[in-house]
Structure formats: structure tokens, C-alpha cells
């Protein structure tokens, strides 16, 4: 069992990704922020298909680049979720990237 199993999350984790096979569809539902453990508020984008992503500066510039400014514009708007290697508090790790081009969607 992969340790991951063991800690459920609310929020996508590069994990759920590697296991998906490294990369994920999303059909945008609604982005807002929400309260974090530690009492900050993030902005998160609902999906309809899989579970919020903690949007990071990175993937809100890659998603305002594909469909603009204006979140309400991204309701029902597809993005592809990958895997890069990214550096997280001066360290090296796997994160979650929204890939820079609209997808062509297989469902």
C-alpha cells in the first residue's frame, strides 16, 4: 500500500495524479478560497470529475492564460493536470502543474 493511502486528503495531491497514470482532466465547477488547517485562506478550483486543487500562483497564471481573468468564465472550462519537478520551501519535489494549452478532452 502506498503510504499516501493512509493520509486522505480533500484537496489533490501529486499522488493522485501518479496514480491516474500522470496526468488528470478537470472540468472546472466553480473556483473560490477556502480556510486552511493552519487558518489561511487559498484559492481552490472545484472540479466537476475529481477533487479541488490548492491553486498555486504558477497554475492560476497558466489557467487566466487559457481562459482569461474573469474565474466565472472558467466554469465549465477543461484543464489537463501533470506532474512537474518543482522546488517547495528550497527543496526539490513533485508538483502539480496545470499544462500550459487547451486539452483536447477524451470523455
Known sequence: MKID???P???L???DIEEAGGELFGTIK???TD???DGANKAVVAFEEIKPLI???TNKNVIK???GDETDAWRGKTVLLNLAEVTFCGKPTTGIRVKDEVPEVPF
Open 5 to 7: 493511502k493512509l493520509f
Open 9 to 11: 486528503s480533500r484537496y
Open 13 to 15: 495531491k501529486s499522488s
Open 30 to 32: 466553480e473556483v473560490g
Open 35 to 37: 480556510t486552511m488547517p
Open 55 to 57: 491553486l498555486n500562483v
Open 65 to 67: 492564460g487559457l481562459y
